[in-house]
């Protein structure tokens, strides 16, 4: 990749790049394939990449994340009445310490993990609203407040499912494939909207579990992953080197990382990166508290619908390359991953 590329994160080996979409979406034919070309060198070299310019405005993902700190601060009976419940719905609210990422796939492993060193977070669930058998769990049945809260997230979740299909375009064009060969695979939108709240926690909680952190070490299970960070950090990624370098927030860019169901899809063309949440520093004036303070974030966990067959992309097997893995339904697979996650 070239130096020419801005640079986001560049430490231990490891080069994200900070990418102008704008250039891909309304740019010239040349603009758009070096784009194309710099955000699939980014998901090879790294599997994370930066973009800005990307069409969601800055007004929007503050509303989505007022509307998330709110829904946080609701009473804990409000949001035990919308609880996930299954792999299958993936669906609804997910309660401090049920979650725990890892690498690991043993039911009973990870829930030793879980006893261990729980992931200090809970979360809110949303998929794709026009899903007649599995529904989403809205507040929307409390009060007013949560019927504005559903009609924010579902206008979210729709714009950042044209940037899935937008980014999508991007990593064919970089292939060398039809810019539209995966339209066919993301039209539906079986994504994943995901609010996420790492409550306050004291500092001694930290000091007395080691290795205990707001997300376990993981890399994600579908396609690619949207990330919208608040300013407080603390997502790292896993170096070429094994260490895990911090992946600072920029305003008003969107970290977008490669998931293992892509990297399958890619025959391994792409990398689909390890990555943790940790408690970040405190800022200066902050630095004599006792407790760390909340943190917010917003994933849109993006997948191939869930009815397609996955099997490698054209032209990342042939002459010099063999087929890697066999192929595998998406929705089987994501229910797969889940299974183990909760």
Not at 38 to 61: C, M, N, Q, W
Request: charged share 25%.
């Amino acid at each position: 990749m070239s130096r020419a590329v801005a640079s986001a994160v560049e430490k231990d080996e490891l080069f994200i790049p900070l990418i102008d979409f704008s250039l891909f979406l309304h740019g010239t034919p040349s603009e758009k394939q070096s784009t194309a070309t710099a955000i699939l060198d980014g998901f090879k070299r790294a599997g994370f990449i930066y973009i800005k310019k990307h069409g969601i405005s800055p007004e929007t993902v503050s509303t989505v994340f007022s509307q998330s700190a709110s829904f946080f601060a609701r009473p804990q009976a409000q949001k035990d009445a919308l609880a996930w419940t299954t792999p299958e719905s993936n669906r609804g609210y997910v309660a401090h310490g049920r979650e725990k990422v890892t690498q690991l796939e043993s039911r009973g492993d990870v829930d030793a993990l879980r006893q261990a060193i729980p992931d200090l977070k809970e979360s809110m669930e949303i998929g794709r609203e026009s899903d007649a058998k599995y529904p989403n769990n809205w507040p929307d049945g409390f009060d007013d407040e949560g019927k504005t809260f559903k009609e924010t997230m579902l206008g979210f979740f729709d714009e950042c499912k044209d940037l899935h299909m937008q980014i999508m375009r991007a990593i064919a064009l970089g292939l060398g494939i039809d810019e539209k060969w995966f339209d066919g695979y993301t039209d539906v939108g079986d994504n994943n909207l995901r609010l996420l709240h790492y409550p306050s926690v004291e500092k001694s909680v930290f000091k007395a579990k080691k290795g205990q952190v707001r997300a376990g070490e993981h890399s994600d299970y579908g396609s690619i992953t949207l990330l919208f960070q608040d300013d407080r950090g603390g997502l790292q990624v896993e170096s070429p080197l094994g260490t895990f370098v911090d992946a600072t927030p920029i305003p008003d860019t969107i970290v977008i990382n490669a998931g293992d169901l892509l990297a399958r899809w890619s025959n391994d063309t792409i990398k689909s990166t390890k990555h943790r949440v940790v408690e970040p520093p405190l800022k200066p004036d902050q630095e004599q508290s006792d407790v760390y303070p909340a943190r917010y974030s917003v994933a849109y966990f993006c997948n191939p619908n869930f009815d397609k067959y996955i099997e490698a992309i054209p032209g990342t097997f042939g002459e010099t390359a063999e087929k890697k893995y066999p192929g595998i339904n998406s929705g089987e697979y994501l229910v797969q991953r889940l299974a183990a996650t909760y």
